[in-house]
Each structure stands twice: as C-alpha cells, then as structure tokens.
C-alpha cells in the first residue's frame, strides 16, 4: 500500500462493469467479494479494489470518512 491509496479510493470511480463510475470506496461488498474470489484486476485498480476488500470485510470502511471531507 501506498501512502496516497486511501485517498484514491475515495476519488477514484470503477471504470467498467455493473457499478461505473461509483467511486471504489462506495463499491458494494458483495462485488468486492467478487472480485476477491475470481481475481482482481491487474495494476492499480486491482490494488484499490483489493485494499478496498479488506476495509470493507474488516469492518473499517470508517476509516475513510475524514477523507471524503477533503
């Protein structure tokens, strides 16, 4: 991880599929569960999302809430 991640993931937006143009800290669960089971995608993008996951399933989303107000 990154020193910046946490706050890519309240700017960044998914850039395909069901849930496009959501920001990847709004993602739902269930799809970030998805994609921890079949395979994030390679790059960055996988990366946040696979941050995202753990947040998410660690019961930490929380953490974000001081950076959305940026």
Do not use: C
């Not at 937006?13 to 390679?42: C, H, Q, T, V």
């Amino acid at each position: 991880m990154e020193a910046d991640d946490l706050q890519r993931l309240v700017t960044w937006s998914m850039p395909y599929g069901r849930y496009k143009g959501r920001l990847i800290a709004d993602l739902p669960g269930n799809y970030l569960n998805w994609f921890a089971r079949e395979g994030f995608p390679p790059g960055k993008l996988g990366q946040l999302l696979a941050l995202m996951h753990e947040l998410d399933h660690n019961g930490l989303s929380g953490l974000l809430a001081p950076l959305r107000q940026r």
